[in-house]
Nanobody
Framework: QVQLVESGGGSAQTGGSLRLSCEAS????????IGWFRQGPGTGREEVAC????????HYDDSVKGRFVIFGDKDGNTVSLEMHGLKPEDTGEYYC?????????????????WGQGTRVAVFG
């Protein structure tokens, strides 16, 4: 069964840091691109970061450039998102998803398989 599971959400003060993880099962991330999407209160999902395992290409939305870092672990079949310098506008539900089509996905790209999401709240 193809599945993505996020973890690591929580609360942080403005300026703080959090790390999110996305673990894949049922398929190897080596042949995919994975995007992290944020859905704020009353808004749609927007891609904030993406990585393509094939060549390590990454892409960041302007709102998180210089603050967020996305990286992958082939052995662990996981993708992590390190978030620094958090702002209240970073609050929302964060989802990871496969993005782009075969053979290796694309960054940015259209989402296909989604995880269930993990919540991030930034306050203060």
């Amino acid at each position: 069964q193809v599945q993505l599971v996020e973890s690591g959400g929580g609360s942080a003060q403005t300026g703080g840091s959090l790390r999110l993880s996305c673990e894949a099962s049922g398929f190897s991330l080596e042949y995919y691109a994975i995007g992290w999407f944020r859905q704020g209160p009353g808004t749609g999902r927007e891609e904030v970061a993406c990585i393509r395992f094939h060549d390590g290409k990454t892409h960041y939305d302007d709102s998180v450039k210089g603050r967020f870092v996305i990286f992958g672990d082939k052995d662990g079949n996981t993708v992590s998102l390190e978030m620094h310098g958090l702002k209240p506008e970073d609050t929302g539900e964060y989802y990871c998803a496969t993005v782009g089509g075969p053979p290796f996905g694309s960054c940015p790209g259209a989402a296909d398989v989604w995880g269930q999401g993990t919540r991030v709240a930034v306050f203060g």
